[in-house]
């Protein structure tokens, strides 16, 4: 099994940038699993909001966030981390961590999933 575990929500304001991470770990995970970020606002579908292939070369954003957030990943450390700049009110939601044993992909089609992890941005 893998257990995937985020960390760094919180309550901003309007502007203001935030560091989400996810450790994961557990009997099956390999570092060569693809990572992916969704988030789910309330009333609303869940979204994609970023994803990456094992080794960091392909990564891939939504439109809405793209040039405002930044994901990478720590191996070594077993660890995603999403930075979010200029952040908005419509930015708010649950951010979910995912992981899964094939190439990255913006569907949910993902294995495995976090608990999720508040972020709420003020206007």
């Known amino acids: 099994q893998v257990q995937l575990v985020e960390s760094g929500g919180g309550l901003v304001q309007a502007g203001d940038s935030l560091r989400l991470s996810c450790a994961a770990s557990?009997?099956?995970?390999?570092?060569?699993?693809?990572m992916g970020w969704f988030r789910q606002a309330p009333g609303k579908e869940r979204e994609f909001v970023a994803a990456?292939?094992?080794?960091?070369?392909?990564?891939l954003y939504s439109d809405s966030v793209r040039g405002r957030f930044t994901l990478s990943r720590n191996n070594a450390q077993n660890t995603v981390y999403l930075q979010m700049n200029s952040l908005k009110p419509e930015d708010t939601a649950v951010y979910y961590c995912?992981?899964?044993?094939?190439?990255?992909?913006?569907?949910?089609?993902?294995?495995?999933w976090g608990q999720g992890t508040q972020v709420t941005v003020s206007s």
């Open positions: 995912a992981a899964r044993s094939a190439m990255i992909v913006t569907m949910d089609w993902y294995d495995y």
């Open positions: 557990g009997r099956t995970f390999s570092t060569t699993y693809a």
């Open positions: 990456i292939n094992w080794n960091g070369v392909r990564i």
